[in-house]
């Protein structure tokens, strides 16, 4: 799980970076690189790149004049925010609620990340989607749930942060059984503490199913890759499987 970009269409970039629990777990990180139909460049979420991945980015939009914006999606992940900021700082600089609390000192773009304005912005070549029925901030700084997950049109490409997980099985386990699309652990510790939040959430990922029906490929953040596949298909099942945790808050909270 090493820091290095995957080509995923000829528009769209996927840059793997490292991130360690402890110092020692490397759990991963992503951003992404994507080029407009303006031919300028708009990164998704921030990664402070290494001197390689430097040089490639640095490469693909002309030593980053042609960057125009740095989309932060997750308002947990802040780790990079300044870093790349800092490597590319006339680039506009979007972010959540949270982030714009976190670092007031930074230059951030009014709209925020999770605003309809905000996506208004980029409808030419993303749609933005925030999971109803969960907190999008918990007040649990260790609940990741929730972020804006983008769809870039042009490459059908879905990036999602902790919201959608690929995980991969390592070694002869890979081989032997199909790697599945999941949502986040944490779903039943975020869903909203009210009455008709479960089923928030099932219209809200059954209707994001519908509207991305044509995307082809899913970054995922602590994860990794799925290209060429049905993800629309994988978002259902995902959806299937945390029936019960619906179930159970549905209970709970009727």
């Not at 030593?63 to 802040?78: E, M, Q, R, S, V």
């Not at 975020?190 to 490929?217: M, Y």
């Not at 799925?226 to 995902?238: E, G, K, N, V």
């Amino acid at each position: 799980m090493g820091e290095r970009i995957v080509k995923i269409a000829d528009d769209f970039w996927n840059i793997r970076g490292e991130f360690k629990i402890g110092g020692l777990l490397n759990i991963g990180t992503h951003s992404s690189l994507v080029r407009c139909a303006s031919g300028k460049y708009v990164l998704l979420d921030a990664y402070t790149l290494n001197n390689a991945l430097k040089a490639e980015v640095d490469a693909l939009t002309n030593n980053g004049a042609d960057i125009d914006a740095i989309i932060n999606l997750h308002p947990f992940h802040t780790v990079h925010v300044a870093g790349m900021h800092e490597q590319y700082p006339n680039a506009r600089l979007y972010g959540t609620q949270r982030h714009h609390a976190k670092f007031p000192d930074l230059p951030w773009q009014a709209e925020l990340t999770e605003s309809e304005e905000c996506a208004a912005l980029f409808a030419q070549d993303f749609e933005f989607s925030v999971p109803a029925g969960v907190d999008f901030i918990s007040s649990n700084e260790h609940l990741h749930f929730s972020s804006v997950l983008a769809y870039h049109k042009s490459s059908k490409t879905i990036h999602a942060d902790d919201t959608l997980m690929y995980l991969p099985l390592p070694g002869l386990l890979g081989k032997l059984k199909k790697a599945e699309v999941s949502f986040h652990m944490t779903l039943a510790k975020t869903l909203e503490k009210r009455p008709g939040a479960a089923q928030d959430f099932r219209d809200w990922a059954t209707q994001l199913s519908e509207r991305w029906a044509l995307a082809d490929n899913l970054c995922a953040a602590h994860s990794a890759t799925l290209l060429d596949d049905t993800i629309a298909s994988r978002i259902r099942r995902a959806l299937q499987k945390v029936e019960k945790t619906l179930r159970a808050h549905e209970e709970k909270y009727a």
